[in-house]
């Protein structure tokens, strides 16, 4: 979708609609008495004729207006002034978007309530708005002989007048990353297994590699991974005819001496359990299970795409976990690369060993931060539903930035705790620690575990189990958490 910005007035634009916010009660917002007066007060005359209140989200569309050049005129409701933050914008572009579909439009002029908002808004406004504009018309066809007939969206001009114009153009920038993260990370999950595999995603990263600057990556294979004593990751994978992959993306976008922050995904391309076989239903869902890792290649194209002056690595453990003759068996002991033995009571609990390991090669990197994200527990579902990721670390002020970052991108965390009450369910009879903890919390049994091969840094944990896919009738990756990654990382590289 072309995003453009115009600082002109919109009332001369040609094009299929123009997109005009309303306070609650039909209250005109600035932008829309300048449109009403264009119009010589036809506008506000047929809005209040309609039932159209004003309430957020509600639109209703004008054909034919005097004075505005547009087709149609699309009042939409962004409730009352001091509601109107980066939340309301989401909301209000995601019932535009659905209305501009209904009405066939393939372009629409966007107007904002700008001055009926602080400065700082501007840009959440903006950026929401090119964000979730371009998130909206996302499809994913790549699978069907035949494309989808619907024509979309293709162009939004964001009107602009009025505001600082670096302030715009950054928000459009920022946006466009994101979206584009976003849909990369959706690609990559909606792929079914068997084209998905461990080895289409380390191609993925050499792909990245050529195509931006400042980026490079790595591919170790199992031979290597053996070298380094990766025991608990090769295990997951031994019953599979697919080949494990630890991947390793390096964006070197700051000073050669900053500690980069690394970002650990988990890459199960297909989780049917193992020997602990999963039950049939959805268990196609389980072709999720790499969603994580989708969300570290959004979030790195996105850095990559902004040259934000940061050092960011992605490292991605990427196996599946199939039953075999040669897979795990409930009862295996495994050597993870820390030296420390893993009782497998599980196999269906892998991706904390394909973690595990990837979490103690992250050491070398000697990084400032360390974000792991895994679609990791069911549990998390249970605790939390679809709205909110789970999120534990052995650090309160990187708690405390990320869900801030989640806060303000409208991509919420939820913070769980750590403690030795719960390590002590991960105590085993025959090994240094058992893979699962029982029934009881499960989503902090998994992160308890994660935190005992975190210890020579700051980390924190994302369980996504819950939000990085949709089932049912709109079944499909979300492309979380790429917004609240990103919105981290921005404010890490503006201090
Ligand atoms: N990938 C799953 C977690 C999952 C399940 C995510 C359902 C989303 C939906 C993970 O590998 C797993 O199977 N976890 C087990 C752990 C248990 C055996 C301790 C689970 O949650 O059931
Ligand atoms: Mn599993
Ligand atoms: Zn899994």
Redo the contacts with the bound molecule.
């Keep these: 979708m072309k995003i453009e910005i115009k600082r002109g007035s919109p009332v001369k634009l040609p094009g299929n609609c123009l997109v005009v916010p309303m306070l609650k009660h039909n209250r005109l917002t600035s932008i829309a008495a300048e449109i009403n007066t264009a119009s010589d007060g036809v506008l506000h005359q047929l809005a209040t004729k309609s039932a159209f209140k004003g309430e957020i989200g509600a639109t209703t569309v004008f054909y034919n207006l005097p004075g505005i050049k547009a087709l149609r005129v699309m009042l939409v409701g962004i409730g009352k002034k001091k509601e109107i933050d980066g939340k309301t914008a989401r909301k209000v572009i995601e019932a535009v978007m659905k209305r501009l579909q209904q009405e066939h439009c393939t372009n629409a002029a966007i107007t904002f309530p700008f001055e009926e908002t602080t400065a700082e808004m501007h840009y959440s406004l903006i950026r929401e708005t090119a964000l979730y504009a371009e998130n909206s018309i996302y499809r994913f066809d790549e699978c069907k002989s035949k494309p989808s007939k619907q024509t979309p969206v293709d162009k939004i001009t964001l009107i602009t007048a009025g505001i600082d114009n670096q302030c715009a153009k950054n928000a459009v920038a920022h946006g466009r990353a994101i979206a584009d993260g976003m849909k990369l990370a959706r690609d990559l999950s909606n792929l079914p297994g068997n084209i998905c595999t461990p080895t289409y995603l380390a191609a993925k990263a050499q792909k990245m590699a050529r195509k931006y600057t400042k980026f490079s990556s790595k591919i170790l294979n199992e031979k290597e991974m053996q070298k380094l004593k990766m025991g608990a990751l090769l295990s997951v994978s031994r019953g599979s005819r697919q080949a494990a992959k630890l991947i390793v993306m390096e964006y070197k976008g700051g000073n050669k001496d900053q500690q980069p922050v690394v970002l650990v995904g988990k890459g ?1 391309t297909f ?1 049917a ?1 193992g020997i602990s076989l999963k039950p049939p239903g959805k268990m196609d869902e ?1 072709k999720y ?1 790499m969603c994580g890792s989708a969300s570290v290649f959004g979030a790195l194209q996105a850095c990559a795409e902004l040259k934000l002056p940061l050092n960011v690595v992605g490292i991605i453990p990427s196996s599946e976990n199939m039953p075999d003759g040669d897979a795990n068996k409930p009862g295996d002991i495994v050597t993870s690369m820390a030296g420390l033995t893993i009782e497998v009571l ?1 196999t ?4 904390r060993l394909i973690l595990c390991d990837a979490l103690t090669y992250a050491e070398r990197y000697k990084p400032d931060v360390v974000i792991d994200i895994a ?5 998390c ?1 249970v605790a939390l539903g679809h709205h909110t990721s789970g999120l534990m670390a052995n650090n309160q002020k990187l708690a405390d930035a990320l869900i801030a970052a989640g806060n303000q991108a409208g991509d919420k965390a939820w913070q769980l705790p750590l403690g030795d009450e719960y390590h002590k369910q991960l105590e085993s009879n025959f090994a240094d620690i058992a893979n ?1 903890g029982g029934p009881a919390a ?1 989503s902090i049994t998994a992160g308890c575990f994660l935190s005992r091969f975190t210890e020579e840094y700051t980390w924190a944990h994302l369980d996504i ?1 819950g939000t990085a896919w949709q089932s049912g009738k709109h079944k499909g990756a979300t492309g979380r958490p790429v917004p609240l990654l990103l919105n981290y990382l921005l404010n890490k590289a503006t201090g």
């Design positions: 199960l989780d359990g389980m299970d599980n269906d609990a892998e991706g679609t990791l527990t069911g549990a579902i699962i499960g189990a």
